[in-house]
């Protein structure tokens, strides 16, 4: 682990990774967000769960993980290893995250999102998205999103792909979301907004 000159913490990379969660320090994301336990935790687009898993924990047994994914394999993977590492708390299920939630209005204390906003093509889509985030986000409730810099490096999507984090600050408060924190993560950042 290294300090970036802002102070902030992350991995170095060294060559592309399975996803974020193994390029990063997940820690340092976790201690920003600041999730008590018994809260509820949904990650949407979850893929292999890797999140999903850290955030059971960090909710403890009276919390509860949402974990949505549109692919069947990844869902039953994360079903999977949550049963391996004793985590009854994670709720996984098949969904496609561009259409309405499955989940009702101010039910949930936090949405995250790891490296999917960019892979949803067009602002009306990725519009909706944060739009639905806000209705099942309780008042208190953060949005977190971690996303690949816009800036050219050896791996990630396709550079006009990515998502610049003033890009997304605007695309949030359009969303009724304020800018809360962000986390400089070297090659990632996090921005978390709370609701208007």
């Known amino acids: 682990m290294i300090r ?3 102070g902030e913490c992350s991995r170095r990379v060294h060559g592309r990774g399975p996803g974020s969660y193994g390029l ?23 893929g292999p769960g890797d999140y999903s ?4 924990r960090v909710v403890g047994p009276r919390g509860k993980v949402l974990a949505v994914d549109r692919s069947r394999e990844m ?4 079903t999977e290893k949550a049963l391996e590492n004793g985590l ?12 309405p939630l499955p989940f ?11 490296t999917v906003l960019h892979s949803i093509r067009g602002d009306g889509q990725r519009r909706a998205l ?10 208190t409730g953060i949005l977190a999103v971690l996303e690949i810099k816009r800036k050219p490096m050896p791996f ?9 984090e003033k890009e997304l600050s605007s695309l949030a408060q359009q969303c009724g979301f304020r800018a809360s924190e962000s986390l400089n993560l070297d090659c990632f950042y996090l921005a978390v907004f709370r609701k208007k």
């Open 24 to 46: 990063i320090d997940a820690d340092c994301v976790f201690a920003k967000l600041a999730r008590p336990e018994g809260s509820v935790f949904l990650d949407l687009g979850c």
């Open 156 to 164: 990630g999507p396709p550079l006009q792909q990515r998502i610049a």
């Open 104 to 114: 009702g209005a101010e039910s949930v204390d936090t949405c995250f999102l790891s």
């Open 130 to 139: 944060l739009i639905e985030a806000h209705r099942v986000l309780v008042s």
């Open 53 to 56: 898993i850290h955030a059971a």
């Open 88 to 99: 009854p708390n994670i709720q996984a299920l098949t969904w496609d995250i561009t259409t």
């Open 75 to 78: 869902v039953a993977q994360l």
């Open 4 to 6: 970036n000159t802002d």
